[in-house]
Nanobody, 121 residues
C-alpha cells in the first residue's frame, strides 16, 4: 500500500557530498519515524540516522557531524545530506518508514529498494 523510492546515490571521491531523497507514496494516514539504513558488502544492515514525525533526530556515531537527516511532511519525503564522505560509507542505503494506516492503531514498516553510494579514495 506504500512505496518508498530512493534517489540521489552515486559515485563520489572521498570528502565529497551527496544528498539522498526518499519519497513515500500510496495510501496511508501519516508517517511516524523515517530513517536511513545502510548495508555494506558482507555486513549486516545498520541504522544510519532517524527522524520522528516531530522532527527529532538521532545519528549513529560513524556519521555524527557529517550527515544530516531531514523530512518534508508535505511531500512525504525524507532526505539524507552526506558531507565529508569516506570510503567506509560505501554501501547500499535504504529508506525506512513506519506508517500509520487508516485502520485505528495499525502501523506498518516499509522499506525502499535501496540506492548505491560509492566513495572512492
Amino acid at each position: 500500500q506504500v512505496q518508498l523510492v530512493e534517489s540521489g546515490g552515486g559515485l563520489v571521491q572521498a570528502g565529497g557530498s551527496l544528498r539522498l531523497s526518499c519519497a513515500a507514496s500510496g495510501i496511508f494516514f501519516s508517517i511516524n519515524r523515517m530513517a536511513w539504513y545502510r548495508q555494506a558488502p558482507g555486513k549486516q544492515r545498520e541504522l544510519v540516522a532517524a527522524v520522528t514525525s516531530a522532527g527529532s533526530t538521532n545519528y549513529e556515531e560513524p556519521v555524527k557531524g557529517r550527515f544530516t537527516i531531514s523530512r518534508d511532511n508535505a511531500k512525504n519525503t525524507v532526505y539524507l545530506q552526506m558531507n565529508g564522505l569516506k570510503p567506509e560509507d560505501t554501501a547500499v542505503y535504504y529508506c525506512n518508514a513506519n506508517v500509520q494506516e487508516f485502520s485505528v492503531g495499525a502501523t506498518r514498516n516499509y522499506w525502499g529498494q535501496g540506492t548505491q553510494v560509492t566513495v572512492s579514495s
